[in-house]
C-alpha cells in the first residue's frame, strides 16, 4: 500500500478526530494525554499484490500525543490508484486473550468504504496544497497516484490532542485494510499498536 496513502487512512480511521465532519457528534472523548506503544506493520496481502509498502518505521516508542512522530517509509505500485479505489477496515481490540471485532458505527470502526479516495480528500480537500512534509518532497497526498516507487525520507510531524471516538479505550489493538479495484486485491496492511491514555 502507497505509505502516504496509509499514513492518511491510520490517521483518519483510526485517530479520527482530524476529521472535521465528525467533530460535532457526541461520541468523542477529548484525549488530554494519551501514548502509543509497540507499533508494528505487516504486508498481508498476496505476493504478487501491485501496492506493497516496502518500509515503515516510526519513533519514538511509545509516541506522546500530543507531541512529535518522526517517520519514513518507501512502498511501491505496480498500478495507477484511481478514483474509485474500494477499502475494507477491520479493527480488532484483544479483550481476555480474544480479538473483537469493533463494529462499524458512524462510518468508523470495521467498516467498508466505497473509496478510499473521498476519505482522502476530506483530509486535504482538492485544490490545497498536500502538507509538509509530502508538498516538500513532492508526494501527492490525494488520488490519483501513478505507478511507481514512493520514498518518504525520515520527517518530523506534529500530533495535536485528538477527539476519540468513545470505543478507543486503552488496550492492545490491530487494523487491517485491504485495498481493491474492480473486484481485484491491490493491496493489504495491518497495524498493531497499543493505547495508554492518562
Not at 79 to 95: D, G, R, W, Y
Not at 103 to 128: E, I, K
Request: hydrophobic content about 40%; some cysteine; glycine content about 10%.
Amino acid at each position: 500500500m502507497d505509505p502516504r496513502l496509509l499514513l492518511a487512512v491510520v490517521f483518519s480511521l483510526i485517530l479520527p478526530g482530524i476529521q472535521s465532519k465528525r467533530a460535532g457528534l457526541k461520541r468523542f472523548i477529548k484525549a488530554q494525554s494519551m501514548q502509543v506503544l509497540g507499533f508494528e506493520w505487516k504486508n498481508c496481502g498476496k505476493p504478487d499484490d501491485p501496492a506493497v509498502l516496502n518500509t515503515l518505521n516510526v519513533a519514538p516508542d511509545p509516541i506522546s500525543i500530543p507531541g512529535q512522530l518522526k517517520a519514513d517509509a518507501s512502498g511501491r505500485t505496480a498500478v495507477e490508484l484511481i478514483s474509485p479505489l474500494a477499502l475494507n477496515m477491520t479493527i480488532e481490540k484483544a479483550v481476555a486473550g480474544f480479538w473483537v471485532k469493533i463494529p462499524c458505527v458512524d462510518d468508523m470502526g470495521s467498516c467498508h468504504y466505497s473509496d478510499a479516495c473521498d476519505v482522502l480528500n476530506m483530509l486535504v480537500p482538492p485544490g490545497q496544497d498536500c502538507p509538509e512534509p509530502l508538498h516538500a518532497y513532492g508526494l501527492p497526498c490525494r488520488c490519483p497516484f501513478k505507478a511507481g516507487l514512493y520514498s518518504l525520507p525520515p520527517s518530523d510531524f506534529f500530533i495535536p490532542n485528538l477527539d476519540l471516538p468513545y470505543w478507543l479505550t486503552n488496550g492492545k489493538y490491530r487494523a487491517r485494510g485491504m485495498l481493491g479495484q474492480d473486484g481485484a486485491e491491490l493491496g493489504c496492511l495491518e497495524l498493531g499498536l497499543t493505547i495508554h491514555s492518562g
